[in-house]
C-alpha cells in the first residue's frame, strides 16, 4: 500500500535494502550495500546460508540500519564481511508471535514458534570488521529462540578518528544479548571467543 502523488513521497515507511524469504543454498558476495533505509540484509526462513566478502556502508545515526539479520534461519556463515552501519552490525533474530510489540506472547498456540520453524540455529560470525554501529546483537525479537551460536575472530569498533561525523568510532557494546517481555524465546549454546574489541561501552551486555 505505497503511494507516490506529485512529489516522489513514499507513504509505506521504510524497507529493508535486501530481503530474502524462504531460500535454500543462499549466497551473497562480492557486493557494496550502502544507505539503507532500515535493515540492510534481512534473510528470513532461511537455510544454508552464506554471506561473505561483502561492504555494508550505511550513515552513522540512521535509525534501525542494521547490517546483517537473519532470521528463522539455519546453517548460516556470515564471514570476511566489512560492515559500517547505524545500527547494530548483525542482529540475529528469530521472530516475534505477538502481533505487535504491545501484544502479550502466546507462542505455545503458534506451531511454527513450538515446532523449530522459527528457530535460528547454527550461525557462525567470524573474521569479520566490525567499523561504526553497535555490534553484534541477538534479539530483541526472538520468540522462536535462538541456538547453537558462533562469534569469534572478529574486530568490533574498528574506525580512525574523523571517520564518521563526530570524529567517533563506535558505541554500544560489542555483544548484546536482549529481548522484552513481550518478543523473549530462548537463547542456548551461544560462544564469543578470541574477538577484539575497540571503542565500545562494554563488551557484553545481558538486556530484557
Not at 169 to 193: E, Q, S, V, Y
Request: hydrophobic share 35%; with cysteine.
Amino acid at each position: 500500500d505505497a503511494r507516490v502523488r506529485g512529489y516522489p513521497v513514499l507513504t509505506a515507511g521504510r524497507p529493508n535494502l535486501v530481503q530474502f524469504v524462504d531460500c535454500q543454498n543462499m549466497e551473497v558476495s562480492g557486493v557494496t550495500l550502502k544507505d539503507s533505509p532500515f535493515w540492510c540484509l534481512h534473510p528470513v526462513l532461511c537455510t544454508d546460508v552464506h554471506i561473505h566478502h561483502i561492504k555494508i556502508r550505511s550513515k552513522m545515526y540512521a535509525p534501525n540500519s542494521d547490517g546483517i539479520d537473519p532470521d528463522s534461519s539455519k546453517n548460516v556463515l556470515i564471514e570476511d564481511n566489512d560492515i559500517s552501519c547505524g545500527d547494530d552490525h548483525i542482529a540475529i533474530k528469530a521472530g516475534v508471535c505477538g502481533k505487535n510489540s504491545r501484544t502479550p506472547l502466546d507462542c505455545d498456540k503458534i506451531k511454527a514458534f513450538t515446532d523449530g520453524t522459527y528457530e535460528t540455529v547454527n550461525v557462525t560470525i567470524r573474521r569479520n570488521i566490525f567499523r561504526i554501529g553497535m555490534g553484534i546483537a541477538l534479539g530483541s525479537e526472538c520468540s522462536g529462540g535462538i541456538r547453537n551460536v558462533v562469534i569469534e575472530d572478529n574486530l568490533v569498533g574498528v574506525c580512525k578518528a574523523g571517520h564518521c561525523e563526530d570524529g567517533c568510532c563506535g558505541w554500544g557494546p560489542a555483544l548484546h544479548l536482549k529481548t522484552t517481555d513481550n518478543r523473549g524465546g530462548h537463547m542456548k549454546n551461544i560462544i564469543f571467543r578470541n574477538n577484539t574489541v575497540y571503542n565500545k561501552t562494554a563488551v557484553i551486555r545481558l538486556e530484557t
